[in-house]
């Protein structure tokens, strides 16, 4: 059976991943994503209402046309987790392929959330949710299955597909959390077994974001560890606490909820994202957060909260608010320009949840909004964070469990895919036989 890659999109950025396999007549597509990045450098840029093409010409969501030169029909839609570097362009492309979009419970309920912003396009594939463990089949000879993977969204999988060449894996965005918050351990007995089993793995795209870090990434409980210690120590100070993460991350949303209770100070979320992530997670289940906790998007009613903090004493609430990256709308933002009902004074604590996402833009704009809190008299804690990537003895356990006969590195650009290929060369694979560095838009044919 005749085996290609089409390494789409997100090989050349961290962002707009898209990448298909196909398998003799049949092709999956395993996430179609948007570069934010790309968009934000714009001013006022509505993506709703763009055009496909245009946004493709503004590098914002993959090139897809290289697509037909893949001689096969699309029989899945794959989205591997609810990051918009993996779900943003869906609304934006999915509708040109007549095959339905495939994932896990909490990755396509913001699947939907995407779809129904969507102004420009009718998006009408099918959405199937399958869980991790599941397998569907793809055609008559191959077969797709969810491997459970940790990362700092829930839900997260690594889709194989198996065909009678092996085994693809496509590995992108995880670590190899053993004690992860509200979820299982990375099922790194399936990785083993799928390295074994019938022709072994034939591919593994593998996600290069931290290649060239030694070690290993810490669990999330290691941040969840970090957060009880450091909001613990604040137990007796009498003034404002405001804490921010990332809205996607509800494992590290409710640690921080339940350590606010624990000081007697009551959690309130606040800012759009915040809203959208953790509710959809309770609604679904997914978290137990606790009975009638405020969780406000607009902006009528964010103030309204703001306001009734400021009645009833700061000392009594511990808001968590969008704005880690000090993205100039976020509400930590808006709160450090004075623009809210809520004062900062002299030896309030902001809490930082999360890690400068090393770009010219999130940097810049993250020490504005640092500034800005700081000029009030705010003290700032930072960097209570670990990645949802892995890195080197990461790389080393993958290529150990699966064994692959190729392997893609994938999820940044050649220059951090080199530092990954230094390892990979390590483990005996070589450029141009069995490691294959790729950009955007190439095909890589590893059966002929
Ligand atoms: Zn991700």
């Given at each position: 059976m005749e085996i290609e890659i089409a390494t789409i999109g997100g090989y050349e950025e961290v962002g707009r991943q898209m990448t298909a396999v196909r398998a003799g007549d049949d092709v999956v597509v395993f996430d179609m994503g948007l570069n934010l990045s790309q968009v934000l450098i714009h001013d006022n840029v509505e993506t709703e209402q763009m055009h496909s093409l245009d946004l493709i010409d503004m590098g914002a969501i993959p090139d897809d046309r290289v697509m037909s030169e893949l001689e096969g029909d699309v029989q899945a839609i794959v989205p591997t987790h609810g990051h918009l570097d993996h779900i943003g362009a869906l609304s934006k492309l999915a509708h040109r392929y007549n095959a339905p979009i495939v994932a896990s419970p909490f990755t396509l309920e913001l699947v939907k959330d995407e779809i129904e912003s969507e102004q420009k396009f009718g998006v009408e594939n099918d959405l199937v949710e399958m869980e991790a463990g599941e397998t569907m089949p793809i055609g008559e000879r191959c077969e797709l299955e969810f491997v459970h993977v940790t990362h700092s969204i829930i839900d997260a999988i690594n889709p194989v597909l198996h065909t009678p060449e092996g085994a693809i894996v496509y590995g992108l965005d995880k670590r190899l959390d053993h004690d992860p918050v509200l979820e299982d351990p990375i099922d790194m007995k399936r990785f083993r077994e799928i390295g074994r089993e019938d022709e072994g793995v034939l591919a593994y795209i593998e996600d290069t974001t931290n290649a060239g870090r030694k070690g290993r990434t810490a669990s999330e409980s290691v941040a969840r560890r970090e957060l009880q210690d450091t909001i613990h120590s604040m137990e007796d100070y009498d003034g404002g606490i405001v804490a921010t993460t990332f809205s996607s991350h509800v494992s590290r949303v409710s640690s921080i909820i339940e350590f606010a209770q624990e000081i007697g100070r009551e959690p309130i979320l606040l800012g759009r994202s915040m809203e959208r992530y953790s509710g959809t997670a309770e609604r679904m289940?997914?978290?137990?957060?606790?009975?009638?906790?405020?969780?406000?998007?607009?902006?009528?009613?964010?103030?309204?909260?703001?306001?009734?903090?400021?009645?009833?004493?700061?000392?009594?609430?511990?808001?968590?608010?969008?704005?880690?990256?000090?993205?100039?709308?976020?509400?930590?933002?808006?709160?450090?320009?004075?623009?809210?009902?809520?004062?900062?004074?002299?030896?309030?604590?902001?809490?930082?949840?999360?890690?400068?996402?090393?770009?010219?833009?999130?940097?810049?704009?993250?020490?504005?909004?640092?500034?800005?809190?700081?000029?009030?008299?705010?003290?700032?804690?930072?960097?209570?964070?670990?990645?949802?990537?892995?890195?080197?003895?990461?790389?080393?356990?993958?290529?150990?469990?699966?064994?692959?006969?190729?392997?893609?590195?994938?999820?940044?650009?050649?220059?951090?895919?080199?530092?990954?290929?230094?390892?990979?060369?390590?483990?005996?694979?070589?450029?141009?036989?069995?490691?294959?560095?790729?950009?955007?838009?190439n095909i890589i044919q590893l059966v002929e």
């Open positions: 289940g997914r978290v137990n957060f606790p009975d009638n906790l405020g969780m406000f998007g607009h902006r009528k009613s964010v103030d309204r909260a703001f306001k009734r903090i400021m009645n009833e004493g700061k000392e009594n609430f511990l808001p968590i608010v969008t704005g880690h990256q000090g993205e100039p709308r976020a509400m930590l933002t808006r709160m450090g320009r004075g623009e809210t009902p809520y004062d900062i004074e002299s030896g309030d604590k902001v809490i930082f949840s999360a890690r400068v996402i090393p770009e010219p833009t999130n940097e810049g704009q993250r020490y504005q909004s640092e500034q800005l809190l700081r000029m009030q008299g705010a003290r700032i804690y930072d960097d209570i964070h670990v990645s949802g990537h892995l890195r080197e003895e990461g790389h080393y356990e993958m290529l150990n469990a699966l064994q692959p006969q190729h392997v893609i590195p994938a999820h940044h650009d050649l220059e951090h895919f080199g530092k990954y290929a230094r390892l990979a060369k390590s483990e005996g694979y070589e450029i141009g036989r069995d490691l294959h560095l790729s950009d955007n838009g």
